[in-house]
């Protein structure tokens, strides 16, 4: 091991992949059913214990996750690695709900910011609250894992500064509603890690019990700091995405979120563990960058995993 952290670090973190969905879903070119399948079962034996692998939206909304239910009919995951589905609405988990013996846990989202919500689903954000909150309940008396997500969290690119404060009320009703995991999304990359620690530090004293989340997308760079800054305020749950796959669509050209391979290679030489084996990961990314046509924005894709001459 090259260094040794702060005494406080945690020993181990979890990862999810989220390539698969949040990745995906902003292609614009059709990737077929058996990649993605091909890929999710790579993914699923690099050591990562969670993976989002799809969506049951609308298939005129997103056509690229329009394959949900054949994604997980198709998909052979081994004992041990849970398998996460997003549900945008009650439509959606009755999609979901007859392929329930194929996956372990549903996530419900909402923006955390008005303008944010409306523009991405057409609600306002008490309108999808209220979704939200009886999907959970739903999803709980099915026996599935309930998960939430709050985008535009750390500030929202048509309105700016997103009150914490406002984010963790959100958080605090859905963690009533039944949400075991509560991921805070910075859906633009407009996040910076003094903001981040504080958002965490007091987030994890407000919301005791409920598993928080961390989830930030590299379109400023930042992502990485940002990882360090939560994990400094003691998170040990993230969300990334192999390759550097996906971001949202606005503002146009940002990159993607988070890559899983080189949060897992940061964390990894600081000696947190993960579980994951970077060598797999690293094929698979490979993988999809060849699936994909074009280099992908991942920084231990390009460079490799580092290397110490005297190990
Ligand atoms: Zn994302």
């Not at 996956?103 to 008490?126: G, M, Q, Y």
């Not at 009533?176 to 987030?203: H, L």
């Amino acid at each position: 091991m090259a260094t040794t952290g702060p005494e406080d670090f945690p020993a181990r973190v979890t990862v999810r992949e989220v390539g698969p969905r949040d990745g995906f879903q902003n292609e614009p070119e059709s990737i077929p059913t058996s990649d993605k399948v091909r890929l999710i079962d790579a993914l699923a034996r690099t050591g990562l214990t969670r993976v989002e692998v799809g969506s049951f939206v609308r298939a005129d909304v997103i056509p690229q996750l329009a394959d949900g239910a054949e994604v997980l009919a198709g998909i052979a995951i081994p004992d041990g690695v849970d398998v996460a589905v997003l549900v945008p609405n009650q439509r959606g988990w009755e999609a979901a709900l007859p392929h329930k013996d194929r996956f372990d846990e549903v996530i419900v989202f909402l923006s955390a910011s008005e303008t944010h919500n409306v523009k991405n689903i057409n609600r306002p954000v008490a309108d999808s609250l209220a979704t939200v909150e009886s999907l959970l309940g739903q999803v709980r008396d099915a026996g599935i894992r309930p998960l939430a997500s709050i985008a535009t969290s750390f500030g929202c690119p048509y309105e700016g500064h997103v009150d914490p404060k406002r984010v963790y009320e959100l958080a605090g009703r859905m963690a009533a509603a039944g949400a075991e995991e509560i991921s805070f999304g910075d859906t633009t990359g407009m996040a910076n890690p003094r903001q981040v620690r504080t958002f965490y530090e007091e987030a994890l004293e407000r919301l005791p019990g409920v598993e928080l989340t961390a989830h930030f997308h590299n379109t400023r760079g930042s992502a990485l700091a940002n990882a360090l800054a939560a994990l400094e305020a003691g998170v040990t749950s993230f969300e990334s995405s192999f390759g550097e796959l996906g971001g949202c669509p606005v503002p146009p050209g940002s990159t993607g979120n988070i890559a899983t391979e080189d949060l897992i290679s940061m964390l990894h030489e600081m000696g947190v563990d993960t579980g994951v084996d970077l060598a797999k990961l690293l094929d698979a990314s490979r993988d999809v960058q060849r699936v994909l046509g074009r280099p992908l924005g991942s920084h231990v894709l390009t460079a490799g995993p580092v290397e110490w001459a005297d190990e």
